[in-house]
């Protein structure tokens, strides 16, 4: 985790990982569906801003989420869904440890 020292960015994380904790709630349907082309902008969403915002490992995992779409590895992606919910719990509990949710 290398979360910016930009203040506007750390007063929008919080919410950040809530939203994308509600979002992921989706993937498992997305998968059932084999619904690539959703799948390929949530993971190409999750890259972009995970990135912004210092979580370098979880914006990895959706670099890789866009590539196993394109080769329709539907399992390995649902697989991935837990560990990104994980992922994101560790986020939320690290925030309030360090003072970044009151």
């Known amino acids: 985790m290398n979360i910016p020292d930009d ?9 950040f990982v809530d939203t994308w904790l509600n979002d992921l709630e989706q993937m498992p349907l997305l998968v059932k569906e084999k619904n690539s082309d959703d799948i390929y902008r949530m993971a190409h969403t999750l890259k972009g801003s995970c990135y ?12 890789e989420i866009m590539g196993l779409s394109k080769e329709g590895k ?15 719990q560790e986020v939320k ?8 949710i009151s």
Do not use: R, T
């Open 52 to 63: 912004q915002f210092g979580l370098n490992e979880i914006g990895d995992m959706g670099v």
């Open 7 to 15: 203040p506007f960015i750390q007063e929008l994380l919080p919410e």
């Open 93 to 100: 509990k690290y925030l309030e440890e360090n003072g970044f």
């Open 74 to 88: 539907w399992e390995v992606i649902g697989d991935m869904h837990p560990k990104l919910v994980k992922s994101f």
